[in-house]
């Protein structure tokens, strides 16, 4: 594209914002999701009046970083980021903004923007309220949420990009989420590398005195590592739009 493309970038971005954040917002998402974070907020609840206050640490970041961490973060994120572009293009209504004479990085990074603006609210602040009703302290509660950012942007940016090249990308995704990081990368460290769930477990226990945890990932390299897959998973998606034609 040429100079009249790099000049429409920005209001392309903000059109690929819009058009996605508008299609994600729907009642049932919201409803099944928000129930989805009110367990996290109730299993918070649970193991502040129900653990020694001496165990607190160590049983509100296992719980969190079990709970949330490993299942409400990745799977709210799946579920809207995989539709963000998946969507449009199973529904052949992609073509309209792919018509437009402007770059294609807008449209990736427009549809992460718009994902990430969804489930953040809807992980973050369940996450956030579950981790200080354990009675763990404010140190659990900032490690969590730094953790949440980082799950939240590394899950956009890959499941925006599984939504875009792979049909049936939630039955993808849930078998990345709940075997590979649930089980495979669980057994081993040289697996877990490669897992999401692991660095951001990381940051959790590294920031914190939870001694329950045997990572041994430092907490720039939990930090720096899913926003490097997340930038990219970002440039493979650009690079697929641009190379790709849409019915």
């Known amino acids: 594209m040429g100079a009249a493309a790099a000049v429409a970038a920005p209001a392309a971005l903000r059109l690929s914002f819009r058009t996605v954040f508008r299609l994600l917002l729907t009642r049932g998402r919201l409803i099944a999701l928000g129930l989805l974070g009110?367990?996290?907020?109730?299993?918070?609840?649970?193991?502040?009046?129900?653990?020694?206050?001496a165990d607190q640490l160590d049983a509100g970041a296992d719980v969190m970083a079990g709970l949330g961490l490993a299942v409400l973060i990745p799977v709210v994120t799946l579920v809207f980021a995989s539709a963000s572009l998946g969507d449009l293009r199973d529904d052949s209504t992609l073509v309209?903004?792919?018509?437009?004479?402007?770059?294609?990085?807008?449209?990736a990074v427009g549809a992460f923007a718009a994902s990430f603006a969804v489930a953040a609210p809807l992980t973050l602040v369940p996450l956030a309220i579950g981790t200080a009703l354990t009675g763990a302290g404010a140190a659990l509660v900032g490690a969590s949420i730094l953790a949440g950012l980082v799950a939240v942007a590394a899950?956009?940016?890959?499941?925006v990009l599984l939504g875009l090249v792979l049909r049936r990308a939630l039955m993808?995704?849930?078998?990345?989420?709940?075997?590979?990081?649930g089980f495979v990368a669980a057994a081993g460290a040289g697996a877990a590398r490669v897992a999401i769930r692991a660095y951001t477990r990381s940051i959790?226990?590294?920031?914190?005195?939870?001694?329950?945890?045997?990572?041994?990932?430092?907490?720039?390299?939990?930090?720096?590592?899913?926003?490097?897959?997340?930038?990219?998973?970002?440039?493979?998606?650009?690079?697929?739009l641009g190379r790709t034609d849409i019915d």
């Open 155 to 159: 899950y956009s940016a890959v499941f």
């Open 38 to 53: 009110l367990v996290a907020v109730i299993v918070g609840w649970a193991v502040g009046i129900s653990v020694e206050p």
């Open 172 to 181: 993808w995704g849930l078998a990345y989420v709940l075997i590979w990081e």
């Open 204 to 240: 959790v226990y590294g920031l914190t005195e939870a001694t329950t945890d045997t990572t041994t990932m430092s907490v720039p390299t939990a930090i720096i590592v899913p926003l490097l897959v997340a930038a990219g998973a970002l440039a493979l998606a650009s690079w697929w």
């Open 96 to 107: 309209y903004l792919w018509l437009r004479p402007m770059d294609r990085w807008p449209l």
